[in-house]
């Protein structure tokens, strides 16, 4: 959690911001992340970051574009030295919250950093890390915003507690439950976070337009109930859904009949490695799932497991040109095509001593 100091200072930051831009993360907890600021705040854009692993110097051109005074950085772990360097020169002031392991050092001091994982002192505690939105909402405190709060949280597998009071005020939106997957996967209000997720990868207009919907909406009910305003969006949603729900049935074959650690390996147009990843994880919740999407020379993959993010990490220092980083449980990772198979040996050997 961040504490009341830090909540003020951000306050302080955002009240100081005429027009400020967010950077956010391409996923439901960047996106909520957002939504909670700018619905706080009434004002600022939101550039959601396609770049992977780090937020790259390209985006820099956004914040001249836009005319921002104030840049925020949400649910990004990693930021690119050129980037920095750029926004150095021109004096314009950042915050970057984020929940990601990480080395203090490669932050630079006039960066306004938030990450309460860097105060915990038991390593342990980063395995229920609360997803930047769960810092947002702390800052937010908007009531009619619970919902999104909610939505961001339990995207990053997260129950928060006031999912209690939420489910009291709204029963027909929720289960009984104490698994985020369990809300994410079987009720109503999960239904939204999936639509979020498969809608953030549309093109870049389509996004934009649901951002304005999105920034607007007023309940639930204005995203989940299909209307002229938010077609573009369902249509979208339908359209991932349908070839997801494809990936995911060959997945679950394979699944069926593997050892403790799956590898699920694709291609194609569509890269959804971590929501894969995610659901064979609350399907097979005994294994060690390793998705792995294949575009051009570089594979990325995903992996969901206990503990699995040190191992990995260790595999990638030793691999050229390899990156990856994340959670202590949900890791992504980019290899190129070549030392795929090096890369599978050396994570089926480690996890065979352990
Ligand atoms: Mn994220």
Redesign the pocket.
């Known amino acids: 959690m961040l504490n009341k100091k830090q909540v003020e200072e951000i306050k302080e930051h955002l009240d100081k911001a005429q027009n400020p831009l967010f950077f956010f993360?391409?996923?439901?907890?960047?996106l909520c992340s957002f939504l909670l600021l700018q619905r706080y705040l009434g004002r600022g854009r939101g550039v959601p970051i396609r770049s992977f692993p780090e937020l790259t110097e390209d985006y820099f051109r956004k914040i001249d574009e836009l005319k921002a005074d104030y840049v925020f950085i949400l649910?990004?772990p990693l930021v690119s030295k050129e980037f920095f360097e750029k926004i150095h020169q021109i004096n314009i002031p950042v915050v970057w919250i984020d929940h990601h392991a990480i080395n203090r050092e490669d932050i630079p001091d006039f960066v306004n950093y938030y990450n309460p994982l860097l105060e915990e002192s038991d390593e342990k505690n980063y395995l229920i890390a609360p997803?930047?939105t769960y810092y947002c909402y702390q800052i937010s405190q908007k009531k009619q915003d619970l919902w999104i709060a909610i939505i961001g949280c339990i995207s990053?597998k997260f129950l928060p507690e006031f999912y209690a009071q939420f489910k009291k005020e709204n029963p027909e939106l929720c289960v009984d439950s104490d698994s985020a997957f369990d809300v994410f996967y079987k009720s109503p209000i999960g239904k939204i976070a999936m639509i979020f997720g498969f809608a953030l990868k549309d093109r870049t207009t389509n996004v934009i337009s649901m951002l304005k919907f999105l920034i607007n909406a007023k309940t639930p009910y204005d995203v989940l109930d299909e209307n002229n305003k938010n077609y573009t969006m369902h249509n979208r949603f339908k359209e991932i859904n349908k070839k997801y729900r494809q990936l995911l049935i060959k997945a679950i074959k394979i699944g069926e009949n593997s050892t403790n650690l799956m590898f699920f390996k694709y291609s194609g147009d569509l890269s959804i490695s971590s929501d894969l990843s995610n659901e064979l994880s609350y399907l097979f919740p005994e294994k060690i799932i390793v998705v792995i999407y294949v575009k051009g020379t570089k594979a990325n993959i995903s992996i969901r497991g206990k503990d699995i993010r040190n191992p990995l990490l260790k595999i990638l220092e030793e691999l050229s040109g390899a990156t990856g980083g994340g959670h202590g449980d949900a890791v992504g990772a980019q290899v190129k095509i070549e030392d795929l198979d090096i890369f599978k040996k050396r994570l089926e050997n480690v996890l065979g001593e352990s």
């Open positions: 993360d391409n996923d439901q907890d960047g649910d990004k997803p930047v990053d």
